[in-house]
């Protein structure tokens, strides 16, 4: 019932200067998103570069500091943490980033990697327990436990984000924050980590904010999507809502792209710069039913059933239309 | 019969810091005009290394061992260098996953585009040369072409400057096309744009495109016939349908299976265990045997000869293809 991650008209608007005698643009990087994610589920952020998904998990970490709005994690508006709290915080929330590489220092041994996290934040009394507890790891990861001796340039970009994972659940966080972490990956050892990634949450009761602009990949780990595009949700709802019952043209597009249908129509366009969004719908750029009211009225994120909003003026209509098409 | 392109036992070698290893392993496949292959493979399969070994542009450390690479009948490995130069860029063309490394950051889009027709078709007059680079712009749909030729590659965006690349490759009425990923670093609805782009080109030209990519849905998408590699070795190829609909590798069925599917409810998707292995320390026999739930003792000592299924048009190198194929 209450959310374990909740996100209240989040903000971030970035200036961007166009010169030295200019005055600065702003740049609206997140425009005022909403969204809860319940303990044990996952909610996936879907959208193109430039929609503002990592600026929203840069946020959610607590690494980029909101121009407004709220973040809530576990009870405790993140904003107003002191210093001992903002350092407890870190416990309970871990990054798994696209590229596990540039993740892990290169120097270090893969048994250093997923120690130091514990070393310093001291919660095993000795340097026994410690050992114990990366082992503990490794082996919840999928690792052989001669993998702790190891660099990882030894190793291969599936096992590099299975060391990233361990490390990340060495404190016991409770969310962890997955952004693009199988983009790097073939397609064989996506899957690993796929399903490495939801044992986890089952085994561990872990929460995920999952980042991704694969659909397939959302779709296959997330309870809730919310679709972003220009930094504002043009769709949210449930997994099973989105998946199959999508009502904004650009969440169609996406899944057309996603799917092995060749006649499906591409969407014409590219993303419109941030800097300067379009009046009205900012997708009506490109949308294949853009209608005059679209250009002027920006619409609302309405709920269109329980569980489903959709900004879109003619979301009632839009799967008629795309039949007929 | 009437095939563009045909590779022949084309093998590759690599110096690399644990010896020479070979990236390319007897691979055979072809390429018929106005048709669609696409290479694919996970990282290190050898499916780039194809390509540049075809374009005779292998890095410094790679040498081509043996095999033919024969195009319009004529093979391209017993060509000289001033050959190959007449040939690349005019006959066969390649864009890659990155277009900002084909293109030259010093030049605007006139004089890059107008390049290809000064060094091909000498086409010396700058004057004279516009309207063809026009022409060639709007072809690839660079919206308000004449107005962007004084704009630099980075003024482009990502897919903007993908299309550029493919300009300069489509100039010159390619022959064959060779895509490396080309769509791998654009986002999803723009790479859907480059996609039928492309198809719209080889439906005007008649050209025959080899599309190296990891994506399996762009090659049920988009490829009329594919060849997937494993560790150097081409180990299924075929029409696409089919082998979507029916592989005979196991580790085809495996890959299709590992993709995760829109609206399917799975808990689990299922896996290929381990990892490809290194080029360096190959398994004996079948290079897939580790990894694979059917192998024997066959498997693990002897390499499997080609099975052909369902007739001439498919082959799979598996010992037990037609148990695959169920």
Known sequence: MSAFLSVRDLRKTFPVSRGLLQKAELLHAVAGISFDVPAGTTFGLVGESGSGKTTTAKMVMGADEPTSGEIVIDGRDIARHDKTERFAFRRL???????????????????????????IHRIYPSTKARAERVAYLLDAVGLPPSAAQRYPNEMSGGQRQRVAIARALALEPRLLVLDEPVSALDVSIQAQILNLLRDLQDRLGLTYLLISHDLAVIGFMSTQVGVLYLGRFVEVGSKETILSDARHPYSLALIASASPDVNAAPVSGEIPSPLSPPSGCVFHTRCPFARDRCRQEPPSLRQLKPNHLVACHFAETIRLETNNA | MSDLLRVENLTTWLATESGIVTAVDDVSFSVRAGRTLALVGESGSGKSMTCSSIMRLLPGNGRIAGGRVLFEGEDLLAKSPAGMEAIRGRKIGMIVQDPMTSLNPLLDVEDQVGEVFKYHLGDRSRRLRRPKVVDVLSRVHIPAAEKRLGS????????????????LN??????????????????????????????????GTGMAIILVTHDLHTVQRFCDEVAIMYAGRIVEQGPVSEIFARPAHPYTQGLLRALPQLGSQEERLPLIPGQPPSLSSLPPGCRFAPRCPRATDLCRTEYPDWMATSGETRRSACWYADEVLG
């Open chain 1, 93 to 119: 929330l871990q990054p798994v980033l696209q590229d596990p590489y540039s993740a892990l220092s290169p120097r270090m041994r893969v048994d250093r990697i997923i120690d130091e996290p514990l070393r």
């Open chain 2, 152 to 167: 630099y590659p980075h003024e482009f965006s990502g897919g903007m400057r993908q299309r550029v690349a493919i300009a």
């Open chain 2, 170 to 203: 489509i100039a010159c009425a390619p022959k064959l096309l060779i895509a490396d990923e080309p769509t791998t670093a654009l986002d999803v609805t723009v790479q859907q744009q480059i996609l039928a782009l492309l198809r719209e080109l080889q439906r």
